[in-house]
């Protein structure tokens, strides 16, 4: 049964510290989205890529945040410096027109 | 812009009832839809889809309903369970805004 996994499935840090989330999409899937869950903000697009390129990720904050895909098993989102307002659930999914997602990221910056 | 928008934030139903659970999109050359449940702790999973050259498709309890007239989708679901209480998503193929869903919470 092939799923999307993501880890830290937690995470609590301090505020100016450095947060790497990381993914492993679905063998064989080429999109992969990062999004980000907020009571308020519900479930929001940051970034996604097509075969490893990046796509969009006008929904990123470009001064603090960047997504790579290193290799096709391989997405990662860092935070630098992390700030209070950036806790939140992180979603990695993959797929095409149906996105297989994640377990997430529960992100807590003090 | 083109979205995609659930109706009601909320929804509370008894178990056993019938739940339905409506959404209007804009973009009308949309022609691929999917329904997601999100339970909680967890990340939002595929329930169901339709494509636009159908109205109508059916699940196991569950049945989407599409018109294309009015641009509506609804979710319904048959006999409600505890289990089903959850944050439904409803999307369009290559979806990239979900939005904050509709809540359902089944009553014992």
């Known amino acids: 049964d092939a799923r999307v996994t993501q880890t830290p499935r937690d995470k609590v840090t301090e505020m100016g510290q450095e947060v790497t989330m990381r993914c492993q999409p679905i063998?064989?899937?080429?999109?992969v989205f990062w999004y980000r869950q907020t009571m308020m903000q519900g479930l929001e697009l940051l970034a996604y890529?097509?075969?490893?390129?990046?796509?969009?990720d006008s929904g990123m904050p470009k001064d603090r945040f960047s997504a790579e895909m290193p290799d096709a098993t391989l997405a990662t989102l860092k935070i630098q410096p992390s700030e209070p307002r950036d806790s939140a659930v992180y979603f990695c999914?993959?797929?095409?027109?149906?996105?297989?997602f994640g377990p997430g990221t529960r992100l807590l910056v003090l | 812009g083109e979205s995609v928008g659930l109706h009601l934030p909320t929804l509370s139903v008894q178990e056993g009832d019938n739940s339905i659970i409506n959404c209007a999109y804009s973009?009308?050359?949309?022609?691929?839809f999917i329904w997601y449940k999100q339970e909680s702790g967890k990340g939002p999973q595929f329930i169901i889809d339709?494509?636009?050259?159908?109205d109508k498709r059916q699940g196991q309890r569950v049945t989407v309903l599409l018109n294309k007239t009015v641009k509506h989708l609804s979710l319904q679901i048959a006999a409600t369970q505890p289990g089903d209480s959850a944050v439904y998503f409803c999307?369009?193929?290559?979806?990239?805004?979900f939005g904050k869903g509709t809540s359902l919470l089944v009553t014992p």
């Open positions: 063998l064989g899937h080429n999109t």
């Open positions: 999307a369009e193929g290559y979806a990239l805004n």
């Open positions: 999914a993959s797929g095409g027109e149906t996105q297989y």
């Open positions: 890529f097509r075969n490893r390129a990046p796509l969009d």
């Open positions: 339709i494509r636009s050259n159908m």
């Open positions: 973009n009308s050359a949309s022609d691929y």
